[in-house]
């Protein structure tokens, strides 16, 4: 998890509807099938799957394959993108989906936060050794350890890139999983910030949507797409429901990828 407050402490401006402060490009850049990393770690990865710490499932991260390769072929590119990390295994799966000059943004508290409810031994050092072991360096990744509430759409979208910061810039996302705060305030804020900070046919994958012990997340995300008929700040369009993840695009792209 990536939030610590509650939703007693949030400020105001986390409680309605919000604008996008950050205009995305709306040109396509096109994407020419350069893996940043080889086929044999993502291979490696998938045979010590149980070995990986972490819940999302095997036809999930297939899911998130899929959609990538359909976002080359529509020319989608971006940046990868993940709050609340744990222990790495989504973060991994999403990772191996990446080309070459594309960003790549973990964001987590790495400790328990005030939910109580996050993995006891998730940690820093433990997500870099898995980095490690998978094989993804860990100066492709820009590693935010801290809230997820402290970061803004502008803010994603201005991020200095990997843990040496060069002076590249994080841009806009192709793919972003919300797996932070499962209460609704944070559920709602780190929905409405990824939204905003993608580009055109960029997919969030909202985590934990339908699990029953975490109310939460059904409450902020039905208040985000609520406030998109009164005050539209990214409209976004369910197109597939796939394991723990529903994902996610922008307007004008949720057909295509049914397809």
């Not at 709050?83 to 987590?108: P, Y």
């Amino acid at each position: 998890m990536s939030a610590s407050a509650s939703s007693s402490s949030l400020p105001a401006h986390l409680h309605g509807p919000r604008a996008c402060n950050a205009s995305v490009p709306r040109h396509r850049k096109g994407c020419r099938r350069r893996p940043a990393y080889p086929l044999a770690d993502l291979l490696y990865f998938l045979h010590n799957w149980d070995n990986v710490q972490g819940f999302i499932g095997f036809s999930t991260v297939y899911s998130i394959h899929l959609v990538s390769f359909l976002q080359c072929d529509l020319g989608v590119t971006g940046a990868i993108g993940e709050i609340g990390v744990a222990g790495g295994k989504s973060f991994a799966a999403m990772a191996f989906t990446r080309q070459e000059d594309e960003h790549l943004l973990a964001c987590d508290l790495f400790r328990t936060g005030l939910e109580k409810d996050n993995v006891p031994d998730a940690n820093l050092p433990l997500f870099l050794d898995v980095l490690g072991d998978l094989r993804i360096p860990a100066e492709d990744v820009t590693i935010l350890s801290q809230s997820s509430l402290q970061l803004s759409d502008t803010n994603l979208l201005g991020l200095a890139v990997g843990r040496r910061r060069a002076h590249a810039r994080m841009g806009p996302f192709r793919l972003f999983h919300v797996d932070g705060g499962h209460y609704a305030e944070a559920a709602f804020h780190d929905l409405n910030a990824a939204a905003c900070a993608l580009v055109p046919g960029g997919v969030v994958l909202v985590d934990d949507l339908h699990n029953l012990g975490y109310p939460g997340v059904q409450e902020g995300f039905h208040r985000y797409m609520q406030q998109q008929d009164e005050q539209p700040a990214r409209r976004l369009v369910p197109f597939l429901f796939t394991g723990r993840m529903f994902l996610t695009t922008t307007g004008g792209y949720a057909a295509a990828y049914r397809r």
